[in-house]
Each structure stands twice: as structure tokens, then as C-alpha cells.
């Protein structure tokens, strides 16, 4: 079944958020393969963490990833306007499975 | 440059067939997995299913296993999803993605629509 992100998260300019995507023992809780993208709208989704806090050459240090338990995050620090998008998580279980999105406002 | 570059989607019949070809380019082909995601409109990412390197082994989402089959054509460093018995659920975009190691989807084509509608 899908990773549980919640539907959305809000944050001002400059603040920080942390988005959460939870699955269980087989997945997040069993491997390190856990990857966040970004995708903003009528765009293709972007490649912003992997295996948990790596991050791909030209992201920004201002996205980092966590791990505990069954539970990942995704953290955003100094939230920026051009931060306003999806974000998703994605884990390997038995195959690889999307967390449902999470909508970011930047108010 | 890495580039991915998806073609053959369109508007198909349900119980229809549809194949789509990745072109991709600034790589070397052969060293990586390759995986379909696919984006019902207004939905979230749904994995489709991957081939490894060689082409002998393919993986495959609950929902498609049966109906779909992706292959690889290592020569023209092409990648293809033959997609059978299509439903109306079967409606996205379909991306084509370069598996960089671990389920690390780092590289993504522009998509391709598919349209399952009579």
C-alpha cells in the first residue's frame, strides 16, 4: 500500500517545515531506500534526496532527509516562494511505493 | 547530457494496445536500470515497473502485471513499455526514468500522455 504523507504543509518565507511519510516494517522501517522529489506544477518530478539525506549534485543544502522508525521526513529550512510545490516520498518494500504527495504553500 | 525523450502515447480504445518508446542519450545504457512511472492526471507517482541491465529480469506493479512489458533494446540504448487490455485507469503520463542505483530516480523524460477512452 502507499506511504501516508499528509495532504498538506504551510509555511512563511523563511521558516522551516518538515514533511512526514510514514509505511511500515517492510518498507521504510526495513531499508535506507527512501527518496523525496519535488515537482512543481506541469513540471517533471525532480530528484531532491535519496537512500534518506543524500542529496544529488545542484540541491540545495536547505533540503534535508531524516529517518526513525517507520516514519521518514523531509526537511525545508529558509522556505523560499520557489519552494511552493508536490513533494513525494518513495521507499522500496517488496517493490518501490510513492507516498500519495504533499502540497507545500509558501504563504 | 542526459536525455530522455518518451514518444508513441496517445488516445487508445479501452481493451486497446499502445507501445512506448525511450530514446535516451548521454549515458552509457547498459550500466543502469530502467523504470516506467507513471501520473494519473491530478494523482500522485505510481511506480510501473523496471528492467534491469542486460533485459533479462523485469519487474512489474501489481496493477499492470499481466498486461504490460517493458524490454530494452541495449543496441539503440532504447527503452519500451508494450501496454495490453488498457483501462480506463491506465490513463497518465507515463515517464521514463533512469534508476541510478537503489531506487534512486534521478533522471526523468518529459512524459508522455496516454489516453484510455472509447
Known amino acids: 500500500s502507499a506511504l501516508t504523507q499528509p495532504a498538506s504543509v504551510s509555511g512563511s518565507p523563511g521558516q522551516s517545515i518538515a514533511i512526514s511519510c510514514t509505511g511500515s516494517t517492510s518498507d521504510i522501517g526495513k531499508y535506507q531506500y527512501v527518496s523525496w522529489y519535488q515537482q512543481h506544477p506541469g513540471k517533471v518530478p525532480r530528484l531532491l534526496l535519496y537512500?534518506?539525506?543524500n542529496r544529488p549534485s545542484g540541491i540545495s543544502s536547505r533540503f534535508s532527509g531524516s529517518k526513525s522508525g517507520n516514519t521518514a521526513s523531509l526537511t525545508i529550512s529558509g522556505l523560499q516562494t520557489e519552494d511552493e510545490a508536490d513533494y513525494y516520498c518513495t521507499a522500496f518494500g517488496s517493490s518501490p511505493i510513492f507516498g500519495g504527495g504533499t502540497k507545500v504553500t509558501v504563504l | 547530457e542526459v536525455q530522455l525523450v518518451e514518444s508513441g502515447g496517445g488516445l487508445v480504445q479501452p481493451g486497446g494496445s499502445v507501445r512506448l518508446s525511450c530514446a535516451t542519450s548521454?549515458?552509457?545504457?547498459?550500466?543502469?536500470?530502467m523504470t516506467w512511472i507513471r501520473q494519473a492526471p491530478g494523482k500522485g507517482l505510481e511506480w510501473v515497473g523496471h528492467v534491469r541491465q542486460d533485459g533479462g529480469n523485469q519487474h512489474y506493479s501489481d496493477s499492470v502485471r499481466g498486461r504490460f512489458t517493458i524490454s530494452r533494446d541495449n543496441a539503440m540504448n532504447s527503452l519500451f513499455l508494450q501496454m495490453n487490455s488498457l483501462m480506463a485507469d491506465d490513463t497518465a503520463m507515463y515517464y521514463c526514468?533512469?534508476?541510478?542505483?537503489?531506487?534512486?530516480?534521478?533522471?526523468w523524460g518529459h512524459g508522455i500522455p496516454v489516453t484510455v477512452s472509447s
Open positions: 537512500e534518506v539525506s
Open positions: 548521454g549515458f552509457t545504457f547498459t550500466h543502469f536500470y
Open positions: 526514468v533512469r534508476d541510478s542505483g537503489f531506487f534512486r530516480f534521478e533522471y
